[in-house]
């Protein structure tokens, strides 16, 4: 199974609302990240958890706020947006690097609209 | 850091014609190559990678080719097929200085139509 899932799929906020998106992956997965897509572009990161534990953080405002509850769930917690934050939001796992585990799975992705 | 040039930005072929994507990395220490194609509106698919210890590798119509010395990876899709059709995305990654993680740097894409 190499399945990752997101909730919701879609997602209206004003900018003064707080959501959060959640993602999920059973593959016993050690690394989880997040991206954030706008159109016609690749994906951009922003969070890299490995063990449960922030390792990456390319300088994402502080309005983004990531969160890793366990080794299979990752949220990102919306405060205070801005029409421009609005994208596709990814989130991706991998099994550990340092035992062969390269490869990175793509979740299907929250469409985001900020208001 | 490392920086990822993908070309050519837009590709139309005929079907059953072959295609051809390349990208050129400029981190040596770069050793692992991933192509994602991502359909509209669906998440980025992992079609097939690379490791900087092979040259080659095939899958069925699409193959990827490694040139560790002049820092380029190309994609190869032959017979293609109207489903083809998507953005391709190349990636490449060198080991974390620590931690299990794996930090993709992408190309910026090719826009990939086959016509029946």
Redesign the interface.
């Known amino acids: 199974d190499t399945e990752v899932t997101q909730t919701p799929k879609h997602l209206v906020m004003g900018m003064t609302n707080k959501k959060s998106l959640k993602c999920e992956q059973h593959m016993g997965h050690?690394?989880m990240?997040w991206y954030k897509q706008k159109a016609?572009?690749?994906?951009e990161?922003m969070f890299?958890?490995?063990?449960e534990k922030l390792?990456?953080n390319e300088s994402v405002p502080s309005r983004f706020s990531p969160e890793c509850p366990n080794s299979s769930l990752l949220n990102l917690h919306l405060h205070a947006l801005q029409p421009e934050d609005s994208a596709l939001y990814?989130c991706a796992s991998?099994?550990?690097?340092?035992?062969g585990?390269?490869?990175?799975?793509?979740?299907?992705?929250t469409r985001l609209t900020v208001t | 850091g490392e920086n990822v040039e993908q070309h050519p930005s837009t590709l139309s072929v005929q079907e059953g014609d072959s295609a051809v994507i390349k990208c050129t990395y400029s981190d040596s220490a770069s050793n692992y190559f991933p192509w994602y194609k991502q359909e509209l509106g669906k998440r980025p698919q992992l079609i097939i990678d690379i490791r900087s210890n092979v040259g080659e590798k095939k899958d069925q119509r699409i193959a990827v080719t490694l040139n560790k010395t002049a820092k380029h990876f190309s994609l190869h899709i032959t017979e293609t097929q109207p489903e083809d059709s998507a953005v391709y995305f190349c990636a490449a990654s060198a080991p974390p200085i620590l931690g299990g993680y794996n930090k993709l740097i992408f190309g910026a894409g090719t826009r990939l139509a086959v016509h029946p």
């Open positions: 050690r690394a990240y016609k572009k690749p994906p990161l890299v958890y490995s063990y390792s990456i990814l991998s099994a550990d690097r340092e035992v585990g390269y490869e990175q799975y793509f979740g299907p992705g």
